[in-house]
């Protein structure tokens, strides 16, 4: 007979990683560092996070029992807004930091991520794009993960797999934009412990998103 530990650690840990493993397995990710944006592409990604998102809750409310309150969900205020102010700050911070080192390591101040978008959808769409994204990631790195990974193996712990789990969905941009994109994590992760406001973390997400791309469009 399993027991309830074991049942516990097949549902607090392998579930969120066999989920992870299934949507954002950088192994089978075929992107390279060209992107091209459309309106049929913008409206699919809109339509899978939206949809990936439902699963998050559903598994946070409905296995893991999760406090869904806690999470901010149901608090949106204009304080929210001020909120992106600083966690904007906070997320470019760290972005130009590792700017910096790249500079001082390689003599290079370029970003190690995509190299150039194609644009062929309105603003608009791509702010909602990006937005969905913000609240799918967020969610489910910033929230989701930690929490049941943490109820197993201690918070600590969980916010290292789990910004090194984000960072590692971002291979196909190379292995120093993963190491790059490991500290942006514990930004977001920072944020979301500062404000416990997936509304805050998704946006500020979303637009730092939104200028990475209008930056690189080729």
Known sequence: MISKKTINFLKSVL?????YLILFNPLYNEQDQN??????????????TLSELAIFIFLAKKVHKM?????????????TLLQLIPS????????????LIIFLLTGSAEDPGIITVELHAPLWLLALMMLGVG???EFF???????TVG????????????????????LYQGYLAVAFIFFIALGFQWIYSRYKSIHVNAMTHAIFDVISVMVKVG
């Not at 904007?88 to 700017?99: D, M, Q, R």
């Not at 109820?151 to 971002?170: D, E, N, P, Y």
């Open 15 to 19: 579930l969120p990683i066999s989920l």
């Open 35 to 48: 992107i091209n944006i459309t309106v049929g592409t913008a409206l699919l990604s809109l339509f899978i």
């Open 67 to 79: 406090p869904f309150k806690e999470t901010g969900v149901y608090s949106f205020t204009p304080k």
């Open 135 to 137: 609240y799918c990631e």
């Open 141 to 147: 790195f910033r929230v989701y993960m930690v929490d």
């Open 151 to 170: 109820s197993v193996l201690g918070k600590k712990v969980a916010v290292i797999i789990s910004a090194l789990f984000f960072a590692l969905g971002h």
């Open 88 to 99: 904007l700050l906070v997320i470019w911070g760290i972005y130009f930091a590792g700017i």
